[in-house]
């Protein structure tokens, strides 16, 4: 069965404190896999795609990358706008279906 | 460019009634999906739609339909609601449905069942 685990479920930094999100999945077939950030109340916003084991990319503080059985999400000195809620997805199939992980709630203190 | 749009952004209905949720994709994307989001979870698929064809249904009930139309936007309709669907409906849209397409997402609809 397909899945998607991310851990840890919640994370409190310091404002500069660098830490790294785990999304680990189990899947058939991966035809790609998903970072976004949700802000409470709010629809999920779009942060990278990763195809392929060894690809990483970069956006201002958050850098992602990925092996063959799971992705991390670097933030690099974060500040407290980087507080957010952070899902990872994966496309276990040949067609559009999104499979989340459950979500790591990061706040960032002053 | 305007992004995916949602309507309502809030909704408080009772148990047995209807529902009917409403998306408007990225100008250009030809595929809309639904996932239902509850509290501390993760998004779970619905369905997905293409060229106003069913793609995919995730593990919902029968209660929950939704179409596409002519102009790629989409409805979401749930019957005979129960407290359990309360959760934020999100819609997303993408240019196809090839696994590795990007799915951008509108900012939801709040569905309280009371």
């Known amino acids: 069965e397909d899945q998607v685990t991310q851990s840890p479920e919640a994370l409190r930094l310091q404002e500069g404190e660098s830490s790294s999100l785990n999304c680990s999945y189990t899947?058939?077939?991966?035809?790609?896999l998903f970072w976004y950030r949700q802000d409470p109340g709010k629809g999920p916003e779009f942060l990278f795609t990763l195809y392929s084991a060894g690809e990483e990319k970069e956006k201002e503080r958050l850098k992602a990358t990925l092996t063959k059985k799971e992705s991390f999400l670097h933030i690099t000195a974060p500040k407290p706008e980087d507080s957010a809620t952070y899902l990872c997805?994966?496309?276990?199939?040949?067609?559009?279906?999104?499979?989340f992980g459950a979500g790591t709630q990061v706040v960032v203190t002053p | 460019d305007a992004g995916v749009t949602q309507s309502p952004t809030h909704l408080i209905k009772t148990r047995g009634q209807h529902v009917t949720l409403r998306c408007s994709p990225i100008?250009?994307?030809?595929?809309v999906s639904w996932y239902q989001q509850v509290l501390g979870q993760g998004p779970q698929f619905i369905f997905q739609y293409y060229e106003k064809e069913e793609r995919g249904r995730g593990n919902f009930p029968d209660r929950f339909s939704a179409r596409q139309f002519p102009n790629y936007s989409s409805e979401l309709n749930v019957n005979a609601l129960l407290l359990g669907d309360s959760a934020l409906y999100l819609c997303?849209?993408?240019?196809?449905?090839?696994?590795?397409?990007?799915?951008?997402f509108g900012p939801g609809t709040r569905l309280t069942v009371l």
């Open positions: 997303a849209s993408s240019y196809g449905t090839s696994g590795g397409d990007e799915q951008f």
């Open positions: 899947v058939s077939g991966l035809r790609g």
């Open positions: 997805a994966v496309h276990p199939d040949s067609w559009g279906k999104l499979q």
């Open positions: 100008s250009g994307h030809k595929s």
